[in-house]
């Protein structure tokens, strides 16, 4: 039989075993009297023939002194022992002794112990010698009646063994002994075991046994339950027959209060049955489990398949949103992550989203507890929720009453991306929605003076400049920015100015005397007793206190301090939307207009001034056009060119070409949304060919070769995952190309032994594929490829060594592991004997470079994450652009396709093809890309400056930013930078060096 000439290994145990004895001075030991010398030299045997000892002459000498002893421990060695020793001759009949041991192991069978009968049993499950089974079967069958449940529950498993490894035809009572055991069995596990062997070997009399027992499956033990349902989901699969009766099982298996019953009650039904009542019954056994275990892996799981659910069962799944939600208490981010993806989907309905913001408004409140902000992650859960909040009250308005003043208390968050979320949220509703618009600019003049962040200063400056109308409105905000910038005028310090103030501050504190301190008792308003510290200071000191508190009125706000800093976009903000105001009120008050025109005089004086500034830097020159506008509107002569230019910034200003394109980028936002709302996923469809052929599953061989198509039950999709498709796949012409081009050389040809090599990736673990062939007429013996490896990798299984006869060719492995994304080095040696030669031969190999584009994918990110995370980030690469290139476009598309990296801000979301690489792009995808964002595009036609921000994501988590900075010359050239960031260094040096390398390549990579 093939089952026989298998060679099996269950048990690898290492040690290190030295020199190792001779079979004399074991069988010495073996021979001894003493029970324990005798376990001692067994378990020296063991170890040592497991690691590659062969000592066949002990068998005979095992057999005649060992065999007899009656001690636990020498029995269970013994049983190791006869698991691992070689059964067979060269020729591969069985040997001669093994006789002797069948009836040793029969002796054992019939032992009154029944630990010795039960691992007997055990061990015979191991053994895949029919020709040691057979005297033994009558044995085996009489245990099934064994009057001890570990007997039983070996004799089962041993019955299962024989019966699945040489066929039902060896036993042929079996199915009947074990049906009739499983009527009257009373213990959980024996007939788990039991039914288990019907399911695989006999499953007519499995349903048969299960249907009897229909109403009493819900009351038996979990681990039955589970054989159960194993055999539901085969038979359903392949017949429709009794499909009711045994979904009607599943439901009641459902609400078990096991919960991995309730977890294969649920996928099964997903399964199964497309029906809403079984979909919601799997979902809300989901929901249970989700809610109530506490490991994260375990809701992690979870979450994915309610990912599932709802891709295809909408309906069923949009009523459970809420109890989805309660996930949220769990205080992993990973895990709130996925349920407000989950639920922020295609789930939201004008019938819940008044729940579901109430809930999410509760979380916000709940983030500013006390013991929540010192919880790690929690003001990453902040800016979830408010984007969150964000996206739901967009697309319902009604409900973003309830929310946007919670909402704008974190305006003034020392945060930058929480306060920037809350300005875009606000931006948005004033842009849509103009009733709200009145309510939520007087908010943003009440706490502008509060602001620190220079983003969200420019975000609220603009929309007072763009959306306020009202002339009361203006000039309250007109007020309130000039208030947070007071006093007047601004004017930086010297350092030398600082230094004398802190000097004259600490000679006063040095002249002050300590105040007198007089402890008097008084008496409580309750009767009792007590102390009271009365502080007693100098003349002139309540004086100095009320000076003091006076500053204290005039401090300095965080907007008039970035001012004062040079902040050059917030001063060309400030003056524009001053000047905007300022023109829309009819009557404008004089001491109001020159207040707001000192202002800007000073700011623009300020630029002028500083050290990156000028006359010529941007923000002049605006803050310049605002003085000449103003000077307009004061009536001031003058040159018809000034004056020109004075009523076209005029005229654009006053006009709606702002709002316009703000329009323009709230639905580009909307696009390119983290959740659609309302929406339904996209779910890949399945196209097949008009000349592809039909799989009936009903029809197909049991037992043959299946395709990927075919393959439905779960044993198979096992089979399927661990590779029985590849050399069907490995045949396909373009997977035969691609691997052909991966190939590399890694010794000469005319050197005596060549190696080429082949790197997959498979995730975090490298497979190395050699090739190795003698390029000799002798044979070379003991020929070994040595590896090492460079960066961040290790190696897990070396090549073995192997004995090549002249012309023969042979593939070798090697297995790696990767820990992170850096380009990595394996270089080596292969060395190898000659039977003329009396030292070994060696050849250096060719390095080989792990390509780091094997660890990136393609991603999507919105610009703002991409800010915060370029601010954040510590290491930068920049790399300068050295090209053959002409064009910006092209070199652009060339950059993107060798890097897998996406232009932030777009969401590109196009089906793949069948066959095309996750998170890999094509050239096809790069020009969608480019012809969807219209900005650069245009910009790519008419300028000969582009700037791109792309972005990547790497297996491992990894973020990779980097911005594109390109110039074309007069002469035709393309000049600029690259620069990379990301938080870890090998990324950023990584992905560096592989554009510094494609962009040379550039005419190689074309052709």
Not at 25 to 44: D, G, N, Y
Not at 262 to 269: D, F, I
Not at 885 to 911: A, D, Q
Request: a negative charge; aromatic letters at 6%.
């Amino acid at each position: 039989m093939s089952v026989e000439t298998e060679k099996y290994c269950t048990i690898l145990i290492h040690y290190e075993k030295g020199v190792p004895p001779t079979s004399e001075e074991l069988a010495k030991k073996l021979e001894s009297k003493k029970e324990t010398v005798q376990a001692e030299a067994l378990e020296e045997l063991i170890l040592l023939m497991i690691n590659g000892e062969s000592y066949p002459k002990l068998l005979m000498t095992i057999i005649r002194f060992v065999v007899t002893s009656r001690d636990h421990r020498v029995k269970k060695l013994l049983q190791i022992y006869w698991e691992i020793v070689e059964k067979t001759k060269d020729t591969g009949d069985l040997k001669e002794e093994m006789i002797l041991v069948c009836n040793a192991l029969r002796n054992d069978l019939m032992h009154a112990n029944e630990y010795v009968c039960g691992s007997t049993l055990r061990l015979l499950c191991k053994m895949k010698y029919y020709r040691i089974l057979e005297p033994l079967k009558e044995a085996v069958l009489r245990n099934l009646s064994h009057r001890h449940s570990y007997v039983r529950r070996n004799a089962v498993m041993c019955v299962f063994s024989i019966v699945k490894s040489f066929g039902v035809e060896v036993l042929p009572e079996a199915p009947e002994d074990i049906e009739q055991l499983l009527l009257v069995e009373g213990d959980l596990s024996t007939k788990r075991n039991a039914f288990l062997m019907l399911v695989n070997c006999d499953q007519e009399r499995a349903i048969k046994y299960v249907l009897s027992l229909q109403e009493q499956v819900s009351s038996m033990g979990d681990i039955f339950q589970l054989a159960v349902l194993e055999l539901v989901r085969k038979v359903c699969r392949s017949t429709s027959v009794n499909k009711g009766r045994f979904l009607r099982i599943v439901f009641d298996l459902a609400a078990s209060s096991s919960t991995a019953v309730s977890y294969e009650c649920a996928s099964s039904l997903v399964t199964l049955s497309s029906s809403p009542v079984a979909i919601h019954q799997a979902a809300q056994a989901y929901v249970q489990l989700l809610t109530e275990q506490s490991d994260n892996n375990v809701k992690l799981i979870v979450l994915d398949r309610l990912r599932d659910v709802q891709k295809h069962h909408k309906q069923v799944m949009e009523g459970m949103v809420m109890d989805i939600f309660r996930a949220l208490s769990c205080p992993s981010l990973d895990v709130r992550k996925k349920v407000v993806d989950i639920c922020l989907g295609s789930l939201v309905s004008p019938r819940n989203i008044k729940d579901i913001v109430a809930l999410l408004k509760k979380e916000v409140i709940k983030t500013l507890g006390y013991e929540a902000s010192n919880t790690e992650g929690n003001l990453e859960y902040r800016r979830l929720l408010i984007r969150a909040l964000h996206a739901c009250t967009g697309q319902y308005p009604d409900q973003a009453q309830s929310v946007m003043f919670l909402l704008m208390d974190f305006l003034t968050e020392s945060d930058q991306t929480t306060a920037t979320e809350v300005v875009m949220f606000l931006r948005e509703l004033i842009a849509n929605y103009s009733e709200m618009r009145l309510p939520i600019l007087q908010r943003l003049a009440e706490c502008i003076g509060d602001v620190s962040q220079s983003r969200v200063l420019r975000g609220c400056l603009w929309l007072f400049g763009e959306y306020c109308e009202d002339e009361a409105l203006i000039e309250s905000v007109i007020q309130a920015v000039l208030t947070s910038l007071r006093p007047l005028p601004l004017v930086t310090e010297d350092g030398s100015q600082k230094e004398k103030k802190e000097g004259a501050g600490g000679e006063k504190k040095k002249e002050k005397k300590a105040p007198k301190i007089t402890t008097k008792t008084v008496v409580l308003a309750d009767g009792t007793y007590g102390t009271q510290n009365v502080y007693e200071g100098e003349e002139g000191e309540e004086e100095e206190v009320a000076e003091e508190k006076g500053k204290a009125d005039v401090k300095k706000t965080a907007f008039r301090t970035l001012l004062l800093g040079g902040d050059f976009l917030l001063s060309a903000m400030v003056g524009v939307s001053l000047t905007k105001l300022c023109m829309k009120l009819k009557n404008l008050p004089v001491a109001l207009r020159n207040e707001v025109l000192l202002v800007i005089v000073n700011i623009l004086k300020l630029v002028k001034q500083h050290v990156c500034g000028g006359e010529k830097c941007d923000s002049a020159v605006r803050l310049s056009q605002c003085i000449r506008a103003f000077a307009v509107l004061g009536k001031s002569q003058l040159s018809p060119a000034q004056l020109a230019a004075a009523q076209l910034v005029q005229g654009d200003w006053s006009g709606s070409q702002g709002r316009a394109q703000l329009a323009k980028v709230l639905e580009l936002a909307s696009q390119n949304s983290e959740w659609a709302l309302g929406q339904e996923e996209e779910v890949q469809e399945k196209s097949v060919a008009p000349d592809e052929c039909i799989v009936f599953r009903q029809l197909r061989e049991r037992k043959g070769g299946a395709g990927p198509t075919g393959g439905m039950d779960d044993d198979e999709d096992f089979h399927a995952a661990r590779g029985a498709t590849i050399a069907q796949a490995a045949a396909d012409g373009a997977l035969f190309a691609e691997r052909l081009a991966k190939v590399q050389q890694m010794t000469g040809l005319a050197d005596p032994v060549y190696v080429e090599a082949f790197l997959q990736v498979h995730s975090f673990d490298l497979m190395l594929e050699l090739l190795v062939v003698n390029r000799t007429n002798e044979t070379l013996q003991n020929v070994l490829v040595e590896l090492s490896t460079q960066g961040d990798l290790k190696l897990v299984d070396r090549p073995s060594a192997v004995t090549l006869s002249a012309g023969q060719q042979m593939t070798l492995h090697a297995s790696i592991k990767v820990a992170s994304t850096e380009t990595g080095i394996i270089f080596g040696y292969v060395t190898f004997e000659k039977k003329s030669a009396a030292d070994k031969e060696c050849s250096v190999l060719n390095e080989l470079h792990v390509d780091i584009l094997d660890y990136i994918e393609r991603s999507w990110i919105n610009e703002l994450a991409f800010r915060t995370m370029w601010s954040e980030f510590e290491w930068e690469n920049k790399v300068n652009i050295n090209t053959s290139i002409t064009e910006v476009g092209t070199f652009l598309e060339h950059i993107m396709r060798n890097t897998n990296m996406s232009i932030v801000g777009r969401s590109y979301k196009k089906t793949g093809e069948k066959n095309q690489k996750k998170g890999k792009l094509t050239a096809e995808d790069v020009q969608d890309m480019l012809r969807d964002a219209v900005g650069i595009k245009k910009l790519i036609d008419t300028s000969s400056f582009v700037a791109v921000n792309l972005y990547a994501k790497s297996i491992f988590g990894e973020d990779a930013l980097a911005n594109i900075s390109i110039e074309k010359l007069p002469d035709g050239k393309l000049t600029g930078s690259c620069r990379i960031r990301s938080r870890t260094q090998g990324i950023a040096l990584s992905l560096g060096d592989r554009i510094t390398i494609v962009q040379r390549g550039v005419q190689v990579a074309r052709e």
